[in-house]
């Protein structure tokens, strides 16, 4: 609670409007309590389900604008390390106590060895290590679809629960509002559609802003990104064969990293493995 009052306040200093105002805080030892601005509208992901192309073009125009300005603001041109594989450890235990059967261990083939998960994790951290991001921005922290307000009649877009938020790799972000997305238990195949269609335009977007900001990496540390958000996200979802959609993904995103020769040419992004 302390700290999302912080990471509020500093949001205003950011970007006033952004995030909700705090009306009161009260702290006492081991407790504390905040009180902070309600804010009306919708989440983006309720926008996407349930409004009309016209107001969807509005929630994406006004989303891309406030994500642009605050990269903007807060852009910082030196290199960043990233940590998304030790973000996918941390988590490890909270996956097996939910899902226990979807750590895999090292196994063999005749001549074929397939690598357990830790294997995989160790591989793509030292991959990891020797592509840092080239700039970092402030970022939300949990970029999940539900976090951000959007307002139709005001024409404005909030953010809300951002104790996570820092200075950090714009993929971060990025990687999460696209699996948030994708992990809605939403199996309608007309809505499905809308989903994808999400998942498609946000996926676009920040390749451009990855173009236009000579980032040569993005791609090798979305695909990392990617596989902690897949892995990690399963640990919320119940249906088995959802959840094992999430790990397979995460699995074969890290294999790929791990097999493919960085020295022969531009990685080839799986951008198929962001639609269901």
């Known amino acids: 609670i302390t700290e999302e009052r912080e990471r509020i306040l500093e949001w205003h200093d950011i970007m006033p409007g952004l995030a909700p105002q705090v009306f009161g805080f ?27 192309e016209d107001t969807i073009r509005q929630m994406l125009n006004l989303f891309e604008t406030t994500i642009l300005e605050t990269w903007s603001i807060t852009k910082t041109d030196e ?11 941390d988590r490890f235990s909270a996956v097996n106590n939910v899902h226990p059967y979807f750590t895999r261990n090292s196994q063999g083939i005749g001549a074929l060895n397939v690598n357990s998960t830790q294997d995989l994790i ?16 402030r970022i939300h922290g949990d970029f999940n679809a539900n976090n951000i307000i959007f307002n139709a009649e005001h024409r404005r877009i909030n953010y809300i629960d951002l104790h ?4 950090m790799d714009y993929i971060q972000d990025a990687s999460v509002l696209l699996v948030s997305f994708f992990r809605l238990p939403v199996f309608e195949e007309s809505l499905r559609r809308r989903l994808n269609k999400m998942v498609q335009h946000f996926f676009q ?3 451009e802003f990855a173009e236009q900001n000579r980032d040569d990496t993005f791609l090798i ?8 958000s897949f892995f990690t996200s399963s640990r919320f979802e119940l249906k088995l064969s959802f ?14 990293v791990v ?18």
């Open 122 to 137: 160790d591989r793509c951290k030292e991959i990891e290590s020797k592509y840092p991001a080239p700039f970092s921005v």
């Open 164 to 167: 996570r938020s820092r200075q």
């Open 205 to 207: 977007f920040f390749n």
């Open 243 to 256: 959840a094992k959609e999430m790990v397979f993904r995460s699995n074969y995103l890290m294999e790929r």
């Open 221 to 228: 540390r979305l695909s990392l990104a990617l596989a902690r």
């Open 79 to 89: 290199p960043f390390a990233t940590n998304y594989m030790k973000q996918l450890e």
């Open 259 to 276: 097999k493919y020769n960085f020295a022969e040419g531009t990685y080839q992004f799986p951008s198929d493995i962001l639609y269901y």
């Open 26 to 52: 009260n702290q006492k030892e081991n407790t504390a309590s905040l009180l902070v601005e309600f804010l009306p509208g919708c989440t983006i992901d309720q926008v996407a389900l349930t409004e009309t």
